[in-house]
């Protein structure tokens, strides 16, 4: 079953890119999240949505807010991905697609490519915003629209 909006994210741990363990808790509860699936590193649209996120990393900075993104890859090809762009933020491994079945994230093209899903998460861990897009340019502008309509209210 899919998280939904409203609904409170669960508690999780994951191998981040600097190879330790990230609680979830460190970070949902406390900050709004900007939490990002995508397919996988090193391919075009996702090279392209995480440089768009570096880009802009200080915008969600700005507002309090945190952006990591979650593939199934694993720590050494994390570990490339982030030094050769320059990411400014966490990635996830999910090589054990855990996080994926946690959110309920789908897959695409038939069930052959891991999808691609945006969750926005207000300081209270609860989920405000989804955008489910293969199309990575979009991912950014909704999620930062969505978050600054969040902190407006």
Not at 1 to 10: G, H, K, Y
Not at 93 to 109: A, E, H, I, Q, W
Not at 121 to 134: A, E, H, L, P
């Amino acid at each position: 079953m899919a998280l939904e909006i409203r609904d409170q994210v669960p508690q999780f741990i994951a191998t981040d890119s600097n190879g330790a363990p990230f609680d979830s808790t460190t970070v949902i509860g406390k900050k709004p999240l900007v939490l990002y699936f995508y397919p996988k590193d090193n391919t075009p649209g996702c090279t392209a949505q995480a440089c768009s996120f570096r880009d802009q990393y200080q915008d969600f900075s700005d507002l309090g807010a945190e952006v990591i993104g979650v593939s199934g890859d694993g720590l050494v090809s994390h570990q490339k991905f982030t030094k050769q762009y320059k990411l400014p933020f966490l990635l996830l491994s999910d090589s054990n697609k855990k996080l994926r079945k946690l959110f309920g994230v789908p897959t695409s093209l038939f069930g052959m490519l891991p999808g691609r899903v945006t969750y926005v998460i207000d300081r209270k861990g609860k989920i405000q915003y989804v955008f489910n897009s293969m199309l990575a340019g979009q991912h950014l502008p909704k999620a930062l629209a969505a978050l600054k309509k969040i902190l407006a209210q």
